[in-house]
């Protein structure tokens, strides 16, 4: 049977470009479907009735939901360039450590950039209360990185791919707020690592144009909470 | 394998190392059990947990996990009898959507419900229905999300018909309703009725009492 291999997207989202990064890692073909999330389509309406949301990926029919879901279903199906490790132990550190990103990083990083609105006086303290987060946890990932050239080790594996957000989109969130998070006095490791990340071809070829992106941020959440 | 190179440190009101016990107990595991007093966490909690602090941790050989859906996987892996995941990639991936849509769309509505008060409460009690009511297609008509017996999304999410049948009589609503959930209220009564399950679960007066005096603090 000829395999179908279909993935629903937008343009800027960290969460869709992470499954496109593992299927082309992995040199599968697919059909990318870009998706308007003010005006979702009937088939990503279908294909994720109880999340409505991208990504979505949808393989000979059969849909799967959730980027930390889908990329671990994608290792799964293609066994070649496998992203997670073979050791159950070096597995659950992979897991953690992606669901750590998702759950505490991003927020945390949108805060600081774009955070809640406060009066005059305590706007500073928030600020400087957010920014403190966020370093603390890219401190965490620093030294979870240790001399690693990725968190994968030698080759991009799930962490470094759920990592997308760190290595590229915050750099994007910076430029755009103006707000400084991922200085590479404070974070030579992670630095490092961002610059090598960006360079993977599979990597490089899915990530969206810094500009536009930008654009679309300073658009959407206004001008940022960088010190005036 | 030797007891003490498996180590469980938990809480006995926790649903989620009542998970890990659950895991460890359908797999024959032997393990050594810590209980934790979360108002005076152990130094070794600490040192084995320290990016969120919190309990289950499981220590195997001397490397600490933790995360209850992480250490879930992490057992299934390393002790291959009684499998909790099924064999075929879509499979697993449907059981990983549906145990993580409990943690992060039933749990916290369920909370929500028991902390809340007024309109904020109703819309908890709501949000919780209507996510149960989700979480019943999941069962796609089975017995349990494992087929006939029970597998990953049963352990990770059987402890949620217990609790919310406790919230529902501490709050005075409820919260899974037979009627419109004839299959999910089944599930919850068949899987709390499975002999391991039932022997793992805390004492339920206790628990009830726990959980009312917990009330009383909202």
């Known amino acids: 049977m000829a395999e179908e291999v279909l993935v629903f997207g937008a343009w800027g989202s960290p969460f869709s470009r992470r499954v496109e990064m593992a299927l082309k890692l992995k040199g599968i073909e697919y059909k990318y479907i870009e998706e308007d999330l003010t005006n979702k389509s009937p088939s990503l309406l279908k294909y994720n009735p109880v999340h409505k949301k991208i990504p979505v990926l949808v393989h000979n029919g059969m849909p799967v939901a959730e980027s930390l879901v889908i990329l671990e279903y994608i290792d799964e199906t293609w066994k070649d360039h496998p992203i997670l490790p073979k050791d159950p132990y070096e597995r659950a550190n992979a897991r953690f450590w992606a669901k750590f990103i998702d759950e505490k990083c991003l927020s945390a990083i949108f805060k600081a950039c774009w955070g809640e609105e406060y009066e005059h006086e305590k706007a500073e303290i928030e600020h400087e209360k957010a920014v403190k987060e966020v370093s603390e946890l890219l401190q965490l990932l620093e030294n979870e990185l240790k001399e690693k050239r990725y968190f994968g080790g030698e080759t991009v594996g799930l962490l470094d791919i759920a990592a997308n957000t760190i290595g590229y989109w915050l750099g994007v969130f910076e430029e755009a707020s103006g707000v400084e998070l991922l200085t590479r006095e404070k974070f030579p490791k992670l630095c490092n690592w961002a610059n090598e990340f960006v360079c993977v071809t599979a990597i490089k070829e899915n990530l969206p144009p810094r500009d536009k992106l930008i654009a679309y941020l300073r658009n959407r959440f206004g001008a940022g909470n960088a010190s005036k | ?218």
């Open chain 2, 1 to 218: 394998m030797a007891e003490d190179s498996v180590k469980l440190l938990g809480y006995w009101v926790s649903p989620y190392s009542l998970k890990v016990k659950w895991a460890l107990k359908l797999k024959g595991i032997q393990y050594q059990y810590v209980e934790e007093d979360l108002k005076n966490k152990s130094p070794m909690l600490l040192q084995y947990n320290p990016v969120y602090k919190k309990i289950p941790v499981l220590v195997h050989d001397d490397k600490p996990l933790a995360e209850s859906l992480i250490i879930l996987e992490y057992i299934d892996e390393v002790w291959k009898q009684n499998p909790l995941l099924p064999i075929d990639p879509y499979e697993r991936a449907k059981a990983r959507f549906w145990a993580k849509f409990a943690d992060d769309k039933c749990v916290p509505a369920l909370v929500a419900a028991f902390s809340k008060k007024g309109e904020e409460q109703e819309r908890a009690v709501k949000e919780a229905r209507e996510n149960l009511k989700i979480l019943e297609s999941g069962l796609e008509g089975k017995r349990f999300f494992g087929g006939e017996t029970i597998g990953f999304v049963d352990i990770a999410a059987g402890w949620i018909g217990c609790w919310a049948q406790m919230t529902g009589e501490i709050i005075g609503i409820k919260l899974i309703d037979a009627e419109t959930m004839p299959l999910l209220d089944s599930w919850f009564q068949d899987f709390l009725e499975i002999p391991l399950i039932k022997e793992c679960m805390p004492p339920q007066d206790e628990l009830l009492e726990h959980c009312k005096e917990l009330h009383t603090k909202f």
